[in-house]
């Protein structure tokens, strides 16, 4: 059986995971096929029954992906309440229908988390506890999948539709956030010390968790050069921002609109440091002069 499709379905939640859930899609369905992933940002169409497309994607899918950040649990809501404790939570509904329901559960730990306590999950979720995870980690990505890839197989029953790509013999494999660029030929970027240099064909990659001074953080997916960013509200745990960004050479710019008010877009330029782990530039904040904007220095750094 190669590829089925929405074979694999991707429980996650935005603010916690969504930088991880799209790569991991992307690298799932290079895997098994185009289409055997449902991964709700980019398989529900709009105007679709959100709730009831999730319960018909869960019904068909073989194995149920449950992807666990550093804020699964302890999730919250704006009035203060732990999202998980919610009946209409939309993690809860689709991992205990899963459970539920018999399908294969693989729980997937990212950003160094750990597997909850029964004790510590509503009664509906308490069987994900016991459930065997596996962790995906950034040093080690595509060992990580090739080892998810196999865990699939093994317990969904689901063959690959492509195998691996082989690595170089010359360029052992390097993990993927410390693979800043690639030799390209003459006027191509080259890693030093992990340094960004112009000229790379190969922009640096930028997805997952973004941490603000503020405490709020960004949420950043990736498809190329193009960026996607949500910042979640250091207190309310809501999306506060959505915006786009785009990598040119060494720079990083982007604009992020406000969800809750009327406000012009915030913009700002950044650059990436040497050891990858931390964005340098600038926002637009509000000056004291009515309608005058002034550039506020930001450091963001990668969770």
């Not at 910042?231 to 309310?236: A, N, R």
Request: proline share 7%; hydrophobic share 45%; with cysteine.
């Amino acid at each position: 059986m190669a590829g089925p499709e929405r074979a694999l379905f991707l429980s996650y939640r935005r603010a916690d995971t969504g930088g991880y859930a799209g790569r991991l899609a992307d690298a799932l369905e290079a895997r098994f096929g185009e289409g055997s992933v449902f991964h709700d940002v980019e398989t529900i169409l709009p105007g679709t029954d959100f709730a009831a497309a999730i319960e018909a994607a869960i019904a068909s899918a073989s194995v149920v992906l449950v992807l666990i950040g550093d804020d699964w649990l302890d999730a919250r809501d704006a009035a203060g309440h732990r999202l998980l404790d919610r009946q209409d939570d939309f993690v809860r509904l689709e991992a205990a229908s899963a459970l539920a329901s018999g399908k294969a559960v693989l729980p997937l730990l990212v950003e160094g988390a750990r597997m909850p306590a029964a004790a510590d999950l509503p009664t509906d979720l308490q069987r994900l506890a016991r459930q065997q995870a596996l962790e995906l980690s950034d040093s080690r990505w595509a060992h990580d999948v090739d080892r998810l890839v196999d865990a699939i197989r093994r317990c969904g029953g689901i063959a690959p539709a492509r195998a691996p790509a082989p690595a170089s013999a010359a360029a052992p494999a390097v993990p993927r956030r410390a693979r800043r660029f690639a030799a390209a030929g003459p006027g191509a970027a080259v890693v030093v010390g992990g340094a960004l240099f112009v000229g790379s064909r190969r922009p640096p990659d930028l997805a997952g968790r973004w941490d603000l001074p503020t405490g709020s953080f960004w949420t950043v997916s990736q498809e190329g050069p193009n960026l996607i960013i949500e910042e979640t509200h250091y207190l309310s745990r809501e999306v506060w921002k959505r915006g786009t960004g785009r990598i040119k050479g060494s720079t990083i710019r982007v604009s992020l609109d406000w969800v809750f008010e009327r406000l012009p877009p915030q913009t700002g330029t950044f650059r990436l440091s040497e050891d990858g782990r931390t964005l340098v530039g600038g926002l637009g904040v509000p000056d004291r002069e009515p309608g005058k904007t002034r550039v506020a220095p930001t450091v963001l750094v990668r969770r």
